[in-house]
């Protein structure tokens, strides 16, 4: 098991790993890395603020506050389970 990524596997893993669509190593790898790594922390962050963003666009605007505590509670949930 692969604990340890890289920049670029997070890069790589991103998307699936925000889709849920994922391996429970991978997810936890790349949450691994994002405890230490600040610019893929904010990588993920962002791709995942762009999802929301696109996902909810039609109906609501989120101000990036917002958001940030959005990924922050979904971050924090997917550590702790
Ligand atoms: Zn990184």
């Known amino acids: 098991m692969k604990f340890m990524f890289s920049c670029k596997d997070i890069h790589d893993q991103a998307s699936q790993f925000i889709d849920g669509d994922c391996s429970m190593s991978t997810k ?24 929301v ?10 101000s990036n506050q917002e958001l940030d505590d959005i990924a922050d509670k979904i971050l924090s949930k997917d550590q702790h389970s």
């Open 28 to 51: 936890a790898g790349v949450l691994m890395h994002t405890l230490m790594c600040s610019n893929c922390r904010l990588f993920i962050k962002q791709l995942r603020q762009t999802i």
């Open 53 to 62: 963003v696109i996902k909810k666009m039609p109906v609501q605007e989120y």
